[in-house]
Nanobody, 114 residues
Framework: VQLQAFGGGVVQAGGSLRLSCVASGTNLRPYGMAWYRQAPGKQRESVAIISFNNAIKNYAADVKGRFTITRSSANNAVYLQMDNLKPEDTAVYYC????????WGQGTLVTVSS
């Protein structure tokens, strides 16, 4: 199973980015999926979770109202729309199942400048 995250980049505070995560080697449909991030010198943390059937979405307190997680069965993909970005959102972003069952990919770097 490979999870490839992309869409990161450098953006000014207040800007937006849309991250994508495409899976190969497995069908994501049965899995709750999540976006995680790891900032320099910090542990990896979950920022958004979506249930297997889209019925439930949960967000970390510091991104709620700014980030939106979605998924597409047709594309076997998970997305993260990030709006009103802040410098503290700077991190490498990864996707994985809700319990981290898959191999972690390289992630995609998001840098927010002030």
């Amino acid at each position: 199973v490979q999870l490839q995250a992309f869409g990161g980049g450098v953006v000014q505070a207040g800007g937006s980015l849309r991250l994508s995560c495409v899976a190969s080697g497995t069908n994501l449909r049965p899995y709750g999926m999540a976006w995680y991030r790891q900032a320099p010198g910090k542990q990896r943390e979950s920022v958004a979770i979506i249930s297997f059937n889209n019925a439930i979405k949960n967000y970390a307190a510091d991104v709620k109202g700014r980030f939106t997680i979605t998924r597409s069965s047709a594309n076997n993909a998970v997305y993260l729309q990030m709006d009103n970005l802040k410098p503290e959102d700077t991190a490498v972003y990864y996707c994985n199942s809700q319990n981290g069952a898959f191999n972690w990919g390289q992630g995609t770097l998001v840098t927010v400048s002030s």
